[in-house]
């Protein structure tokens, strides 16, 4: 399995476009996270999916932050408009939710900078 | 709420050294543990859990993590640190409940290995 795979890698984008990451977890697996990295707060997670249905997105900052689930294979985060406070590392992961003994997978990141 | 607490923010240990990175954690009932590792650049890589069973679980890379009930506390070893294992690792705990689907992760700990 190629894992949980993410793009882009990089992104430099300026300050009010719009930011669309991609994801694809891992086959099989039913529940999927983003996350979001930065020095200051650390790993913070963002909203997380069980069989495609938002269940958790308490953590997503504001509106200008959307997340969508179509189906089991492929996941966005959007953020419109960006701003440079943006900037962070975004992780994707993704677990089989049916067993609680079942440990997360991370996608490399997308590092996105908004100047 | 669940949660963990890393109370170091770096560890630094020469070469060769036992090593061991500690963790706390916050939850009613049995805990479900990971400790996942963080190279440069990458994203998060799963290291080891704790189930149930042994208290003594050993893990990838050579690691391994005592759970100890009475301390509520999960930390993680490695008899002999190599500089290889210089990385930011972090603990976390699964949620239970309505929240059975997320991981709830500490602030990280940069680990240091000199040569």
């Known amino acids: 399995d190629a894992g949980v795979i993410q793009s882009p890698r990089h992104e430099v984008t300026e300050m009010g476009q719009e930011v669309t990451l991609r994801c694809k977890p891992i086959s099989g697996h039913n529940s999927l996270f983003w996350y979001r990295q930065t020095m200051m707060r650390g790993l913070e997670l963002l909203i997380y999916f069980n069989n495609n249905v938002p269940i958790d997105d308490s953590g997503m900052p504001e509106d200008r932050f959307s997340a969508k689930m179509p189906n089991a294979s492929f996941s966005t985060l959007k953020i419109q408009p960006s701003e440079p406070r943006d900037s962070a590392v975004y992780f994707c992961a993704s677990s089989a939710r049916t067993e609680m003994n079942t440990e997360a997978f991370f996608g490399q990141g997308t590092r996105l900078t908004v100047v | 709420a669940q949660s963990v607490a890393q109370p170091e923010d770096q560890v630094n240990v020469a070469e060769g050294n036992p090593l061991t990175v500690k963790c706390t954690y916050s939850v009613s009932g049995n805990p479900y543990l990971f400790w996942y590792v963080q190279y440069p650049n990458r994203g998060l890589q799963f290291l080891l859990k704790?189930?149930?069973?042994?208290?003594l679980v050993k893990g990838s890379y050579g690691f391994e993590a005592e759970f100890n009930k009475s301390q509520t506390s999960f930390h993680l070893k490695k008899p002999s640190a190599l500089v290889s294992d210089s990385a930011l690792y972090f603990c976390?705990?699964?949620?239970?409940?309505?929240?059975?689907?997320?991981?709830?992760f500490g602030r990280g700990t940069q680990l240091t290995v000199w040569p």
């Open positions: 976390a705990v699964r949620g239970k409940g309505s929240t059975l689907g997320r991981l709830y």
């Open positions: 704790y189930i149930t069973g042994d208290n």
